[in-house]
């Protein structure tokens, strides 16, 4: 999976934003995957961390594989914006963006000056996107994560049986909240070429939970009764489940429309189902769904998964193996269609990587950096802005209340 192989930043063919610059102040997930598409998309992105790196390259368990994810295709500059000189070349920096990233509480920006009032005085052009946990509004001043809007956006409800709520196995909000704040950069840009004035974006965990849950707030606006979670919903298909076949394999069936229901029950033999008066349409297989899955479930455990996977697919029936993450270096569809990638890790070290789930002329966008070690872009940024050696070097000075704090 990892193999020691240290490659130079390769080299690509001119991409959609390969003019803009991008400097972000993130951590965790959000803020981070808005830079990365972008990066990936061909900006310049230049990530701003602490002289003692940013805290999130030193999670353990469940966040040991956000740096490396949500942080390609970006520089790194490691300043200290507890100095006044750190914010004052941060500053200096962010007068030559296109776009400001940041995902930190509210105010936390202000404090140190880097406010989208202060920075657009300075750059009337920079779009400035604040990833945070609620939009404006009563709880505009909350501190959220993605599992805390699961629970009161109606997301992990909808995920657990009844009295069980239960979080999505990804963080989901994190990362999609960080692609609406790049839509949101996208948009803006797209209007400073009329405007010639930059714009601030806000991206918010909260509401974009919301989005989530709307198709289940409209089922109730439409139906008058609650959405049940979906472990106990009424499935709007009479067959779409998982069955365990033989050895203990387990296979995601479903049959939505006719032509399913016919091809599935030829496959396992079970004409008799198609015979029956009582399963002749969707509808009429959902009000006898408790039974039928029975029945079939019975059949079912008699066939091999492997062989059974073939017959359907070759007659575009859906199914899904149950697969774990790990298991996903191997898919044949990533590997040979391109859709994982070598990337370089900060220690020299390569794994495969999931690329953005786009194609562009067809084809997809890799990366083109190495993910950095901590500050290795430093001297070069801040030489580009004009600092002499002398003024780089005080700046790599950490105070000692910064050093004894890391």
Not at 76 to 105: P, Q, W, Y
Not at 119 to 143: C, D, Q, T
Request: hydrophobic residues 40%; proline residues 5%.
């Amino acid at each position: 999976m990892n193999t020691q192989a240290k490659q130079p930043h390769q080299t690509q063919e001119r991409l959609p934003l390969s003019s803009i610059r991008v400097v972000e102040i993130t951590h965790m997930v959000m803020g981070p995957t808005c830079g990365m598409i972008l990066g990936d998309l061909g900006a310049d992105v230049i990530k701003i961390e602490p002289p003692k790196g940013d805290n999130t390259r030193r999670l353990l368990g469940a966040g040991a594989g956000f740096f490396r994810t949500f942080n390609r295709n970006k520089k790194s500059v490691a300043i200290d914006t507890n100095t006044e000189d750190g914010r004052e070349a941060v500053r200096r920096l962010i007068d030559t963006a296109d776009v400001f990233i940041e995902n930190f509480k509210p105010g936390r920006m202000k404090e140190i000056g880097l406010d989208y009032e202060t920075l657009r005085k300075r750059n009337p052009r920079l779009v400035y996107v604040s990833h945070k946990g609620f939009l404006s509004g009563p709880y505009e001043n909350r501190l959220a994560l993605d599992e805390v809007v699961q629970m009161m956006a109606g997301l992990a409800y909808m995920t657990g049986p009844v009295g069980r709520p239960l979080r999505a196995g990804s963080s989901v909000n994190d990362i999609m909240g960080g692609m609406f704040g790049a839509i949101g950069v996208l948009a803006a840009l797209n209007e400073r070429w009329i405007t010639g004035v930059g714009k601030e974006v806000q991206s918010a965990l909260f509401e974009n939970c919301v989005l989530l849950s709307a198709q289940h707030m409209q089922q109730y606006a439409a139906t008058g009764e609650a959405a049940a979670p979906m472990p106990e919903r009424i499935s709007a298909w009479a067959v779409y489940d998982v069955f365990e076949l033989a050895a203990g394999e387990q296979l995601f069936i479903a049959a939505t429309g006719d032509a399913q229901w016919q091809a599935l029950c030829r496959l396992i033999g079970r004409d008799d189902l198609l015979a029956d008066p009582r399963l002749a349409t969707n509808n009429q297989r959902v009000v006898v769904r408790p039974w039928l899955l029975s029945t079939l479930r019975e059949t079912l455990r008699g066939f091999d998964a492997s062989a059974l996977s073939a017959q359907l697919e070759t007659n575009n029936v859906p199914f899904a193996s149950i697969v774990r993450p790990e298991q996903l270096f191997d898919d044949p569809h990533l590997v040979q269609s391109g859709g994982l990638s070598k990337l370089t890790l900060e220690d020299g070290s390569q794994t495969d990587m999931p690329l953005l789930p786009i194609a562009l002329d067809g084809k997809r966008l890799k990366p083109r950096r190495a993910i950095p070690a901590i500050g290795e872009d430093t001297d070069e940024v801040l030489r580009e802005l004009g600092f002499s050696d002398e003024q780089i070097a005080a700046l790599h000075s950490v105070p000692a209340k910064a050093r004894q704090a890391a």
